[in-house]
């Protein structure tokens, strides 16, 4: 009896708690090791599920797990943003007809009252964030697809913006709701990612949990990356325009 005890409670501390069967450990041990060999955040997965009801450590070890795709999101982004800041140098006409475009469609926006500009920006940054998430299960490539045009598009207006106000106009405008809202936006696309990764490894007939990860991963989208989109947007509306008329 001493010695059950002991490997039942070695277990736990472990952060993996089977039925107590050889077959149960093995599918924990399988769900663990799977995937290493690709992302190194993987071995961080234990922590999250051990710690997920505590949500700080939940977040932490959520965040160890997950950053390998944020990462890769956040560098496919800049990419492109990159790219359109360049495109829209060597082809004005292109960047101005993507201006008109978006300021035809966000004019009306501006008119409304200060809450109802933060509740739009907060529940268009929300609705693409989800998107991204759950879109990645098509083998994370509608996320990729996503996050590059928008860094795209991005990049083409920081060019506009540019040749007007100066970069550090776009700096002040952007920095202060952007280092919030960025990151979330990143890791809503990495958990996209590394949702279709997993769909990936079903198909060539390795061991997966996508119901359990896409569980988790809409409960991080809710606990951590829409309260901070709030965060964001209330910047933005409330407290950027201050700064950018003092520039």
């Known amino acids: 009896m001493e010695r059950d005890d002991d490997?039942?409670?070695e277990k736990i501390k472990n952060g993996v708690q089977t039925a107590g069967t050889p077959e149960g450990e093995m599918e924990n041990r399988e769900y663990l090791t799977e995937g290493k060999d690709f992302f190194p955040a993987n071995s961080a997965a234990e922590n999250w599920h051990g710690n997920r009801i505590n949500p700080k450590k939940g977040f932490t070890g959520y965040l160890r797990f997950i950053w390998p795709y944020a990462l890769l999101m956040a560098f496919i982004?800049?990419?492109f943003l990159f790219i359109g800041y360049n495109s829209a140098a060597s082809f004005p006409s292109m960047a101005e007809t993507l201006r008109e475009s978006f300021s035809?469609?966000?004019?009306s926006i501006m008119t409304m009252n200060p809450l109802f500009i933060m509740l739009t920006i907060f529940l268009n940054n929300a609705f693409l964030s989800l998107l991204f998430l759950v879109l990645g299960l098509a083998l994370g490539i509608l996320p990729i697809l996503f996050v590059a045009f928008n860094g795209y598009v991005v990049g083409v207006i920081v060019y506009l913006i540019a040749q007007e106000r100066g970069l550090l106009f776009i700096l002040f405008g952007l920095l202060p709701h952007g280092i919030l809202e960025l990151p979330m936006v990143f890791l809503a696309a990495?958990?996209?990612?590394?949702?279709g990764y997993q769909v990936f490894s079903a198909l060539i007939g390795r061991p997966t949990h996508i119901k359990r990860e896409f569980k988790e991963g809409l409960m991080f989208y809710f606990h951590w990356i829409?309260?901070?989109?709030?965060?964001?947007a209330i910047i933005e509306t409330f407290i950027t325009p201050i700064i950018l008329s003092s520039v």
């Open 7 to 9: 490997y039942n409670s």
């Open 77 to 79: 982004f800049f990419v």
């Open 226 to 232: 829409l309260p901070l989109l709030l965060v964001a």
């Open 104 to 107: 035809s469609r966000f004019a």
């Open 190 to 195: 990495g958990i996209g990612l590394r949702l």
